[in-house]
């Protein structure tokens, strides 16, 4: 009997460890739900073009990505800098451009994570190019400012489809035109533009493009061209796409993936008017909320599960062992 009793104890209190490990790894979860979204979309490292460790090329490219991290909370997202200069050979140019829609925090978050990403992701490579979902980071042995870059093309896309698909990409391509034109024309030091079109009663389109800031108009119109150009063989009828060219970068979706514009960034306090921009924010919300309720149930069944398993082990020993 005092065996059993301390069997029973001992299940309490694993228990108690159990439930307490399982809210741990609800509120990680939801932590990192709400943070900013620092997620690898893709490299780009041709392997024909590398370097040996040890050798001053690599020192300066560790350099150089150092540099990028402690510069990115300049103001316009964009930064190109060159390290080894005196040394042609070994001379690493490089650059990052966040989002046009991030604040410098959250500029300098992204930028961080991709220059720890990308030694990983293109070891040796003399040039790689990596996007995470908020900016993106460039290097080459090769200058590269104020070049527009259209190779490679990219391209990512939502699984999704949509009702409608002719009608939907003539909006598609009228609304991406739209943005392309914003990001060309727009002023400011930034090239960025997004715009929005209402697809049917409750979908609405939200398109973004964006190019490195160094380029000439001409250069950006022409390379967000290309992006557009590359929607309908690669995405047609998805519900969203990304194209990746490391001189511009478009994508849609049909959920405002970016701080709108004019609209203080989620760390300022936020007006509400009413109409369009509440009703963004509640689809905004839905979109937050929904995904953790579901791993929230998802991790307390996991847990359910195992704590039965649990219960089923611990009372089967007394039985073997002291009750025959
Ligand atoms: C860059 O590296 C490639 C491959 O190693 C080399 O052929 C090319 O000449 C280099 N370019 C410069 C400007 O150093
Ligand atoms: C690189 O340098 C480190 C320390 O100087 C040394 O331990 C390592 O063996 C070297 N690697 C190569 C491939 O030469
Ligand atoms: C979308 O529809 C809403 C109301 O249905 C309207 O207020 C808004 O201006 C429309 N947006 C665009 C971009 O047409």
Request: hydrophobic share 40%; aromatic share 10%.
């Amino acid at each position: 009997m005092i065996h059993q009793k301390q069997m029973l104890h001992h299940f309490k209190f694993s228990t108690t460890v159990y439930v307490f490990f399982c809210f741990t790894l609800i509120i990680t979860i939801i932590t990192t739900q709400a943070a900013t979204d620092l997620s690898f979309i893709q490299s780009y490292c041709p392997n024909t073009n590398t370097f040996s460790s040890n050798t001053t090329y690599q020192t300066n490219l560790n350099k150089l990505l150092s540099i990028l991290s402690s510069n990115s909370t300049n103001k316009n997202g964009f930064y190109y800098t060159t390290v080894g200069a005196n040394n042609p050979v070994n001379t690493v140019y490089g650059a990052f451009l966040c989002r046009g829609d991030r604040t410098q925090k959250e500029c300098k978050d992204c930028v961080s994570a991709a220059s720890n990403q990308i030694p990983q992701k293109c070891p040796k490579a003399k040039e790689s190019v990596i996007w995470l979902a908020e900016c993106m980071i460039r290097y080459s042995n090769v200058s590269f400012f104020n070049v527009a870059a259209e190779v490679p093309v990219l391209a990512l896309m939502n699984t999704g489809t949509v009702m409608e698909q002719n009608r939907f990409m003539q909006l598609l391509a009228d609304t991406m035109n739209a943005a392309a034109v914003e990001a060309v024309n727009g002023g400011g030091d930034k090239k960025f533009g997004t715009k929005v079109a209402n697809f049917s009663s409750f979908q609405t389109l939200y398109t973004l493009a964006q190019c490195t800031p160094d380029l000439s108009n001409s250069g950006c119109e022409k390379c967000l061209k290309i992006a557009t150009n590359y929607i309908p063989s690669c995405c047609s009828g998805k519900q969203g796409a990304r194209v990746l060219i490391p001189s511009c970068n478009i994508r849609y979706e049909l959920y405002p993936f970016y701080h709108e514009l004019n609209v203080p960034a989620p760390d300022e306090p936020r007006p509400n008017p009413q109409g369009k921009k509440s009703r963004n924010s509640v689809v905004l919300i839905v979109a937050i909320v929904a995904p953790i309720v579901i791993i929230l149930l998802l991790t307390l069944f996991v847990c359910w599960i195992i704590s039965k398993m649990k219960r089923i082990k611990f009372n089967s020993v007394p039985q073997e062992s002291g009750m025959v």
